[in-house]
């Protein structure tokens, strides 16, 4: 599924969501739902969005989310949904960009052409590592 503000895949018992290139987010609705999170958990949260606004390239596809049923984790369809959604953005000539708060995932992102750029943490939040992928 592509239009203009979504494209989506999915395999099986998983799903990639993507954002095409040149998306721009709105992140004011997102302080309505935080405004009952502790001050310095919602302090974190806003450096970490800005912190990824700041690195991610604007003009790449961006994978906000790519999930796989944890009753089919270890069979290799997280790894075949991307292959399917990478051939999908290559048909574009467009690069790629994500952010992995596990670090078992940057080898899998690793594989399928993804480099690590940076490292981003803040407070007692997750280490995220941000990833890119040139156009092919």
Avoid at 50 to 75: M, T
Avoid at 87 to 105: F, G, Q, V
Avoid at 120 to 136: V, W
Wanted: glycine content about 6%; hydrophobic content about 40%.
């Amino acid at each position: 599924i592509l239009n203009k503000s979504l494209f989506l895949t999915y395999f099986l018992s998983c799903f990639a969501f993507w954002f095409p290139s040149n998306f721009l987010f709105d992140f004011d609705p997102i302080g309505d739902i935080l405004k009952d999170f502790p001050s310095n958990s919602q302090k974190d949260i806003f450096q970490y969005f800005n912190a990824f606004e700041e690195n991610k390239p604007k003009d790449a596809c961006y994978l906000e989310y790519l999930g796989v049923d944890p009753s089919r984790h270890s069979l290799g369809l997280g790894s075949q949904l991307l292959k399917i959604s990478l051939a999908k953005i290559d048909d574009l000539h467009e690069p790629a960009y994500l952010e992995s708060s596990n670090p078992r995932n940057v080898s899998l992102y690793e594989r399928h052409g993804f480099e690590a750029i940076t490292k981003i943490q803040f407070g007692e939040g997750p280490l995220m590592h941000t990833m890119y992928r040139e156009a092919r």
